[in-house]
């Protein structure tokens, strides 16, 4: 069965610390990883697509990498509004354009 | 200018009522779709449409149903509401099956009592 799961659940960073969070992937043919940032009472806000192995994509103090198994999003020197939650989601190639979401890391980000 | 939007924002009801939830996008996209997003924040897959195909989830009750007027809205439909249903229901959209982003909007909270 495809599986998506992150971790940690929950990260608790002061500010500067930086960090990664982690979504590893059980699935068959790929297509696609998607990072996603989703603040209270909104809907997710798209960060990154990586398509395959090796791949990197930045956006300021993010950083999104991609191996087989798994893709890291690596948070340098972050700020109190960095705290989100981060949601990653993969394409199936059999599951026509549908997402399947992991459960989410949520960051908090002291001051 | 709001890219994808939905209403209502909130939706309470009472079970067994019959409810629609509206979803709109401006981008020129022609795949939409519905999510559910349960009380754990876990986010699901619950039909994928555009103007050749629609592609349901097997999990989700035949209750619930997508009617599209036009490639730019996708509305939800659901009879019969159960406790259950209770959940924030996000729609997305997306250009076509080229593996792309997709882009929600704000959600619509429904809670069944």
């Known amino acids: 069965e495809d599986q998506v799961t992150q971790s940690p659940e929950a990260l608790r960073l002061q500010e500067g610390e930086s960090s990664s969070l982690n979504c590893s992937y059980t699935?068959?043919?790929?297509?696609?990883l998607f990072w996603y940032r989703q603040d209270p009472g909104k809907g997710p806000e798209f960060l990154f697509t990586?398509?395959?192995a090796g791949e990197e994509k930045e956006k300021e103090r993010l950083k999104a990498t991609l191996t087989k198994k798994e893709s890291f999003l690596h948070i340098t020197a972050p700020k109190p509004e960095d705290s989100a939650t981060y949601l990653c989601a993969v394409l199936l190639g059999n599951a026509g354009n549908m997402l399947t979401f992991g459960g989410g890391t949520r960051l908090m980000v002291k001051p | 200018d709001t890219a994808v939007s939905q209403t209502p924002k909130y939706l309470v009801t009472q079970m067994g009522n019959d409810k629609s939830i509206k979803c709109e996008q401006n981008l020129g996209h022609d795949t939409m779709y519905w999510y559910k997003q349960d009380s754990k924040k876990f986010l699901k897959i619950m039909f994928s449409?555009?103007?050749?195909?629609?592609?349901i989830n097997e999990t989700v009750p035949n209750r619930f149903s997508p009617k599209s007027p036009d490639k730019a809205h996708l509305n939800l439909h659901i009879n019969s509401l159960e406790l259950g249903d209770s959940a924030v229901y996000f729609c997305a959209s997306s250009q076509g099956a080229s593996g792309g982003p997709q882009y929600f909007g704000p959600g619509t909270r429904l809670l069944v009592l």
């Open positions: 449409y555009n103007n050749k195909e629609l592609i």
């Open positions: 990586l398509y395959s």
């Open positions: 699935v068959s043919g790929l297509r696609g």
